[in-house]
């Protein structure tokens, strides 16, 4: 059970903000980009050579963020109402699927940023074992870090996501320092 219903959440954020990224939850178009450019850099290949999975794209802003675009993105919303609006941003293919539960594309490297911060733990370890085996290469994912003491939002202790790491075998390479209790994390083949 998530913590919050996720398509509740976003609809009333959407009638709010609209399509912005406030309706995502990110303090500022600044700070999102920061995040964008903490998870990119986590990216150990020629991006333009990668076929690159963005899973939680919400409206398609890191595609348009990227300055150097993949050899093919898809990205991957649970709500239809995002997934509208990333295809029309963008113009990728854009699939709408439950990245807990559903069987994902392959993809080189699988990109996330914020789709898990309001996840159970349960669903977030599903998130991750998803998104990590459906990629070639890597999972590249960014969290909040911290206690677990939200009722809304989900926090990881790094003990945590390396315990996760070992789990599934993966390398982890951790970058924080960028934000305020946010920690970007690859998990890589």
């Known amino acids: 059970m998530p913590r919050i219903e996720n398509e509740k959440f976003y609809k009333a954020s959407l009638e709010k903000y609209g399509f912005t990224c406030e309706a995502l939850h990110w303090n500022s178009e600044q700070n999102q980009n920061i995040r964008f450019k903490v998870l990119l850099s986590l990216i150990k290949d020629d991006i333009s050579r990668c076929r690159v999975i963005d899973v939680g794209c919400g409206f398609g802003d890191l595609y ?91 926090y990881f202790k790094v003990k945590d996501i390396k315990a996760i790491a070992a789990e599934l075998g993966a390398k982890v390479v951790m970058k924080r320092g960028y934000l305020p209790r946010d920690i970007t994390i690859g998990m890589y083949k």
């Open 64 to 154: 348009n963020y990227m300055k150097q675009k993949p050899l093919r993105y898809i990205g991957i919303d649970i709500m239809q109402e995002m997934v509208e609006e990333a295809k029309t941003r963008t113009g990728c293919q854009i699939l709408q699927l439950d990245a807990c539960v559903d069987n994902l594309p392959f993809g080189d490297y699988y990109l996330c940023s914020g789709s898990m911060n309001i996840l159970s733990r349960f669903e977030t370890y599903q998130f991750i074992q998803n998104c990590y085996n459906a990629s070639n290469k890597g999972f590249i994912f960014n969290i909040l870090e911290g206690e677990d003491e939200s009722l809304v939002y989900n």
